[in-house]
């Protein structure tokens, strides 16, 4: 099989139709508002009397039920709204829903700005307001549940490749130019294609969001590009004018030689059966029974037990396929979307297996990822339904030909999908790109290649955690002191990276100078003789930070000038350092280092399993960055770092590394 489990957190986004987006647990006290027994929910949508607002009225509904029937409180779901889309008329009817008393308003807004003043207004008066598909960023509103249309274009551009190639004239049908929302997905799907230079976007056209007009303009582009291989309909429009309305593309994408492929934004029935019927290629839907049900288990969540949400909560989306197009019809036929959508590309073999290619075997930090990749394909395996295999493949020694060998050897294999470490991100272009051109789905983790088309790269973000070195070595030492750096390879992004960040971090503390940088070349020989010769020149020096941990690597005694310091009872010199081995928790015991900022090792393994599959198997799509997250030691949890590592098993979050408070 060529053609996604989650990385976990990805996992609970789609899961949002199936469960409560945050658990549910009776709160001891009563809210205010709820002495009477009973949350009373306006649920608003733009207008009434339109089918996705009719779906999420049921989800806004079922919700309402389920909890009521949980208790101890009556929930009550409230569709309001105008008939028609009008911001004044639906001011009035929020206003009419705070004076009708209800506990909460959930609402679709028909103007970002025009929203503003009625949703403060509910807010004033102790109503608790949050949007959903259509939001007021500039109000008060405690959340927006949404697509995100960005990741929406970016899905529906790997549909239309999976479909066409990488090669082929693509043409775009949006609604109103500018329209945020519109312009979000077609950015989403350019970035995807960009890295094919084998595709051509020859042209845009907008229907200004009317049937006729988006009628028109599809066909004079057929006209006009009579060889064209693509569509991306941004907005189904035309759709809505039926069978027969546009002979040219209806004669092309029904053509034996399939040399036209169409894909579109939204999964309305219509949608389903151009699709059933072979008019589009596949489908990236909004969570339209989500918004209703999701809605009020967000609102009663942040009444009830005082969830915090983020200001975006994104909602997930549902890809279509002809492999679940009628499960996705039926759902609609019964209006019950508790099911999970079956995948959009499931393989034919029942098997999935990825090859997991490190820079390099016999690597403590590699090992500890192949232990994740393979935790990972055991969970989805017993999971099912299908079986899913972890093969981990590399070269003994760090070496871009061994490495390019053994990624063509793993497609020579017949996997379905590579998470690779590059060796050389300009190495690993084509060996990468010619995975994908015989359908293998590759990302990378670890080490980056970002010319090549690699769906995503999962790592750690180095600036970020730069920021969280200058901030242990803040805590550490004060905020006044003489600092040292030490480096690889001078310019080796991830470095320079990890160096800006921890710069730009205590830049805000007058008192902290940066003495020098000195580099090892990634030699750990050359990094303890540069140690000790800065410990030489600053035998006052208050702080380092090692940006990379070569010297650790020799041992105790290595450095003796660095130890005396590190170890003397004033305690005048802190040291803090990038990653989390084994070798440096035993440091950081002994107090020769007082905190580290971790990669997640394990998580390179699992976690580009998840993604993966959930990628192959059911289309979700991911931004061009996938931050993996960072591990911060301190010696109130090196002890659980320290198990972790004895056990291989990061399955449990790492304590906090500072006790409140402190």
């Not at 090669?167 to 945020?180: D, I, R, S």
């Not at 988006?214 to 039926?242: C, H, K, R, Y």
């Not at 940088?517 to 000790?532: K, Y």
């Not at 107090?591 to 192959?616: E, N």
Request: charged share 20%; with cysteine; proline share 6%.
């Amino acid at each position: 099989m060529k053609k996604v489990s989650v990385l976990w957190f990805i996992a609970v986004l789609v899961a949002l139709t199936l469960a409560p987006v945050a658990s549910i647990a009776v709160a001891q006290d009563t809210p205010k508002g709820l002495e009477d027994g009973k949350l009373t929910i306006a649920w608003i949508p733009k207008a009434l009397n339109n089918p996705v607002f009719e779906l999420g009225k049921v989800g806004c509904e079922t919700a309402a039920k389920e909890l009521t029937e949980q208790g101890p409180y009556e929930v009550e779901c409230l569709y309001m709204g105008s008939v028609a889309s009008d911001m004044a008329e639906q001011a009035r009817v929020m206003a009419d829903a705070v004076a009708q008393g209800v506990d909460a308003i959930g609402v679709s807004c028909n103007s970002d700005a025009g929203c503003v003043e009625p949703i403060n207004s509910a807010i004033d008066a102790g109503i608790p307001v949050m949007t959903w598909d259509s939001d007021s960023p500039e109000s008060n509103r405690f959340t927006y549940l949404g697509v995100s249309n960005y990741l929406g274009g970016r899905a529906a551009a790997d549909l239309l490749i999976r479909e066409m190639g990488t090669e082929g004239k693509v043409a775009l049908l949006t609604g109103v130019p500018g329209a945020p929302n519109l312009e979000q997905r077609i950015q989403g799907f350019k970035d995807y294609v960009a890295k094919f230079p084998g595709i051509e976007i020859v042209t845009t056209v907008a229907g200004n969001d009317d049937i006729n007009l988006s009628v028109q303009v599809v066909e004079e582009t057929m006209q006009s590009n009579p060889d064209l291989n693509g569509w991306f309909f941004v907005g189904l429009w035309p759709i809505f004018a039926g069978r027969g309305a546009m002979p040219l593309f209806e004669e092309a994408a029904l053509r034996a030689e399939g040399d036209l492929k169409a894909v579109a934004f939204d999964t309305l029935p219509v949608e389903l059966e151009w699709l059933q019927e072979g008019l589009l290629d596949g489908l990236v839907g909004q969570k339209y029974w989500g918004w209703g049900y999701d809605t009020v288990y967000m609102i009663y969540d942040k009444i009830v037990n005082g969830a915090e949400f983020e200001s975006f909560t994104n909602s997930g989306m549902d890809i279509v396929t002809p492999a679940n197009v009628d499960a996705m019809a039926q759902a609609w036929e019964t209006q019950d979307f508790t099911q999970a959508l079956p995948p959009a590309f499931p393989p034919e073999d029942g098997k999935f297996s990825i090859a997991w290619i490190p820079k390099a075997l016999n690597n403590p930090v590699f090992e500890l990822g192949k232990v994740g990749c393979e935790t990972a394909a055991a969970e989805l395996t017993e999971a099912g339904p299908f079986e899913v295999e972890c093969l981990y493949r590399g070269s003994v020694a760090s070496d871009m030909a061994e490495q390019a060998r053994v990624m063509a050897d793993a497609v020579a294999e017949g996997v379905d999908a590579m998470g690779v470490s590059c060796n050389s991100d300009a190495g690993c272009v084509e060996p990468i790109n010619s995975a994908i051109a015989a359908g293998v789905s590759t990302m990378t983790w670890d080490s980056d290649s970002p010319e090549s088309q690699r769906l995503t790269y999962l790592g750690v973000s180095n600036y970020e955690g730069g920021r969280a070195a200058g901030e242990l070595l803040v805590r550490a030492m004060g905020e006044e002191g003489q600092v040292a750096l030490l480096t690889g390879v001078p310019g080796a992004p991830n470095l320079e990276q990890r160096i800006q960040g921890f710069k730009d971090y205590v830049a805000q503390y007058p008192g902290i100078e940066i003495v020098t940088t000195v580099a090892c070349n990634d030699d750990i020989n050359l990094g303890v003789q540069v140690v000790e010769e800065t410990m030489q020149s600053y035998p006052d020096l208050d702080g380092w930070f090692f940006v990379g941990l070569w010297p650790i690597f020799a041992g105790r005694g290595a450095m003796p000038l660095f130890e005396e310091a590190a170890l003397r009872p004033e305690g005048d010199m802190k040291a803090v350092a990038f990653d989390t081995l084994p070798v440096e928790l035993e440091w950081l015991k002994d107090g020769l280092l007082d905190g580290l900022v971790g990669q997640k090792y394990w998580g390179w393994g699992y976690d580009t399993v998840h993604m993966l599959y959930d990628h192959v198997i059911y289309g979700t799509p991911f931004e061009d960055f996938t931050n993996s997250g960072m591990d911060i030691v301190t010696i109130n949890n090196v002890d659980a770092m320290a198990q972790a590592w004895e056990t291989q098993d990061f399955t449990q979050p790492l304590p906090p590394p500072f006790p409140d408070g402190e």
